[in-house]
């Protein structure tokens, strides 16, 4: 299947999860609705609704196609093992459920396609914008129909979120300390879904990640890598879906401004 023809088809489903099982409780949902799985993380029915209806619509895609979706490996963690397969759909029914629980934005819906870990196709969409991003691997990067460049903001110093929340409190301390002088320092969204489109779209020139999940990162990943940016590991090699569980991930607008954070991390880290 051309990499437009599965836009046309994933697109749809990623709509029908989004009306049939997010947006009816976006504000609405009931105190047992949202559930603590530790960790400082939630889900809601939404994520786990959502997350039946895209593995079902997926799985009739590509029929040959593990699925690794993100309740599904809470439930089930033998399922991380599957990220290495031929062919992998990997979901993220809603990213950024804090958000969403919260009744507030951003938080977004992600799919990607793997080939023996690696990502060749990944979706972004916004559903409180409708904003589609998109890519397929040696094609580009889009939004909706048109074509997408990455670009800087411009600023100088640059514009950069780190998440710091799942480093070790000297890590943090450090980055605080040696790394964030360098740059404007913003609040991360705590949505991967909207992070990576924010760093193709001039809003910001960095990000630095800890924790590397599969369905948090896949899509986005790809998003910004297409559209001229560079996002890898601190040691510049390319993220993979079957090594997420390694930490660290820079994402950058640009090749010289990715070049110029990795150099500041390899100082600090010796």
Known sequence: ????????????????????AIMPRF???KAGEIIDKGGNELVTVADREAE???????????????????????ADPALLDRLGDDLCWIIDPVDGTNNFAAGKGPFGVLVALSEGGETVAGWI???????????????????????????TSGQNPPIAAMSLVFMDPAKREAMRQHIAPH?????????????YPRI??????????????????????????EAGGKVARPDGRPYRVDEAHLPGLIGAASPALWDELAARLAVLEG
């Open 1 to 20: 299947m051309t990499g437009d023809a599965l836009t046309r088809a994933v697109h749809p489903l990623i709509l029908d999860a989004v009306e049939r």
């Open 27 to 29: 504000q609405t949902l």
């Open 52 to 74: 039946v209806i895209l593995a079902e619509g997926l799985a009739r895609i590509l029929p040959d196609a593990t699925i690794v979706g993100e309740e599904a490996a809470s």
């Open 200 to 225: 193709a779209l001039g809003i910001n020139d960095l990000a630095i990640f800890e924790r590397t999940l599969a369905w948090d990162h896949a899509a986005g990943v790809l998003f910004v890598n």
């Open 183 to 195: 740059y404007q320092m913003v609040d991360i969204p705590r949505c991967a879904a909207e992070q």
């Open 125 to 151: 969409y916004d559903p409180l914008s409708g904003r589609l991003c998109h890519a397929q691997k040696g094609k580009g990067a889009f939004i909706g129909d048109e074509p997408l460049r990455a670009r």
